[in-house]
């Protein structure tokens, strides 16, 4: 757990800044975005198909810029 203590005539926006920094510093925040958006893993042939897939609407896609549509 990170702490910060108030130091003698320090302002409030200083405090923040040196917990913010702190945070940053400690990797706090890298780690619970990490663990927040991990992802699974998916199996060989699912992404296999997801890449037929992807391809398949590139095509369509370009062939239909090129009509201009």
């Known amino acids: 757990m990170i702490e910060v203590k108030k130091k003698e005539g320090e302002s409030s926006s200083a405090l923040m800044f040196r917990f913010i920094k702190k ?3 400690s990797g706090v925040l ?18 296999r198909i997801s890449a037929i897939y992807r391809a398949k609407k590139k095509a369509e896609y370009s062939k239909s810029k090129k009509a201009g549509n």
């Open 23 to 25: 945070v940053k510093r």
């Open 30 to 47: 890298k780690e619970a975005n990490k663990r927040r958006f991990r992802t699974r893993k998916s199996n060989k042939r699912s992404r």
